[in-house]
């Protein structure tokens, strides 16, 4: 997965470590070349201000599966993600809260999916780099009170080959629609998930994680 991180700090550069480890595609842009030449030649870096398209694009933006915005500035952080998330269509974004009077702006408004206080484990960023490619909340209607949640259904998915009826989703879920090659239906009681089947469920109390569980 193509991992993108903003801010090569304490934050940035340890994340960026532990996030290679596993195998993930890391680039790391940084306004300072004396911090990135600390990362070494293990990541394609970036030296430029993020908070420029042109920078983020170059960093590439556009192929990027997860952005985590980690610079000391919260009106960066908070700039990053909302221009990754509505120009760049990046799927998921974890976004450093600096200062704690600031975590109420931190929400999809600003194109952040998950805040990160300054006190966060690391090993937190783990588990949202490993769920981002089969599993996304996509919107939160509010009037509603309810969120479309997205999950791909691949070969090693513990939902594939099963029928919809076997599965227990959490209370105030239903599954909305499945696409299967290309065609969108809604699915009975007895449909049964294929590898590559895209799943879109409405949930009014199931979180991300929680779909994951069900269908991965």
Known sequence: MKILI?????????????????????????RDQRRLDRLGAA?????????EPPVLEAAGGLRTHLLLAATGEDEDNLVISLLAKRQFGVRRILARVNDEDNAW??????????????????????EEAAGVTDTVGLVRLA???VELIETRIGDSSAAAGKQLAE???PAGTVVAAVVHNGQ???????YRFHPG?????????????????VFQ
């Open 167 to 169: 599965l227990l989703v």
């Open 105 to 126: 702006l931190f929400t999809a408004r600003w194109g952040v999916d998950v805040a990160l206080p300054t006190a966060a484990p690391l090993v937190s960023l783990i």
């Open 43 to 51: 990541y394609r870096l970036v030296r430029g201000d993020a908070c």
């Open 143 to 145: 009037a509603a009170g």
């Open 184 to 190: 969108p239906m809604v699915p009975g009681g007895d």
């Open 6 to 30: 903003v801010g090569a700090g304490r934050l940035g550069e340890q994340a960026a470590h532990l996030l290679a480890a596993t195998g993930h595609d890391v680039t790391v842009v940084d």
């Open 197 to 213: 089947d895209t799943v879109l469920v409405v949930t009014s109390t199931a979180t991300d994680s929680d779909i994951h569980k």
